[in-house]
Antibody, heavy 122, light 110 residues
Framework: EVQLLESGGDLVQPGGSLRLSCAASGLTFSSYSMTWVRQAPGKGLQWVSSISGGGGTTYYSDSVKGRFTISRDNSNNALYLQMDRLRAEDTAVYYC???????????????WGQGTLVTVSS | QSALTQPPSASGSPGQSVTISCTGTSSDIGYYNYVSWYQQHPGKAPKLLIYEVTKRPSGVPDRFSGSKSDNTASLTVSGLQAEDEADYYCISYEGSKTLVFGGGTKLTVL
């Protein structure tokens, strides 16, 4: 079965760090760009970051640039999001999502994980 | 990275058609054909309905269709069914290597 499974969400204090993981199965992971999308409680979806299939090119929204780092390990079919200097407004469910191709990450997200909740609060 | 504008709500009776709009600018929807639409039921992950403005992934019923005119993209749901009641989101490539999302539309099947 083709699926994505996020993990790593937790309660963390403002200014703290957290690393999210997304395990992929049933697909040739390196063939696809991957993206993190978040959704604050009761709010809409927001793009966070994307990475090319090979991992050499990354993209970030202005709201997380300089604080979050996206990476991937194609040998282990895993996607990561290192989140530093967390703020209350980063509180959200974080989804990983797959695109159709390795490079055109903005074409559309055809497979999503179930999400992992990050809560930033003292 | 300005958000796309969607109506907060839409509604229709079973069997009817409903169209949800998504308005951007000449820098995103008006320039690129990379608009996608997603359906999200409460507590669930989003599901891709339409990509590249009009294309439908396999498995998505042809009751769902997409279009674009100038800076506005639209999602039409024909033959409304009870299970279509959900939140719908549009996304567009904005260039500058960024994506913009709509605020979402809650579709109610009366």
């Amino acid at each position: 079965e083709v699926q994505l499974l996020e993990s790593g969400g937790d309660l963390v204090q403002p200014g703290g760090s957290l690393r999210l993981s997304c395990a992929a199965s049933g697909l040739t992971f390196s063939s696809y760009s991957m993206t993190w999308v978040r959704q604050a409680p009761g709010k809409g979806l927001q793009w966070v970051s994307s990475i090319s299939g090979g991992g050499g090119t990354t993209y970030y929204s202005d709201s997380v640039k300089g604080r979050f780092t996206i990476s991937r390990d194609n040998s282990n079919n895993a996607l990561y999001l290192q989140m530093d200097r967390l703020r209350a407004e980063d509180t959200a469910v974080y989804y990983c999502a797959k695109t159709f191709t390795s490079t055109m990450w903005y074409r559309g997200f055809d497979l999503w994980g179930q999400g992992t909740l990050v809560t930033v609060s003292s | 990275q300005s958000a796309l504008t969607q109506p907060p709500s839409a509604s229709g009776s079973p069997g009817q058609s409903v169209t949800i709009s998504c308005t951007g600018t000449s820098s995103d929807i008006g320039y690129y054909n990379y608009v996608s639409w997603y359906q999200q039921h409460p507590g669930k992950a989003p599901k891709l309905l339409i990509y590249e403005v009009t294309k439908r992934p396999s498995g998505v019923p042809d009751r769902f269709s997409g279009s674009k005119s100038d800076n506005t993209a639209s999602l039409t749901v024909s033959g409304l069914q009870a299970e279509d009641e959900a939140d719908y989101y549009c996304i567009s490539y904005e260039g500058s290597k960024t994506l913009v999302f709509g605020g979402g539309t809650k579709l109610t099947v009366l």
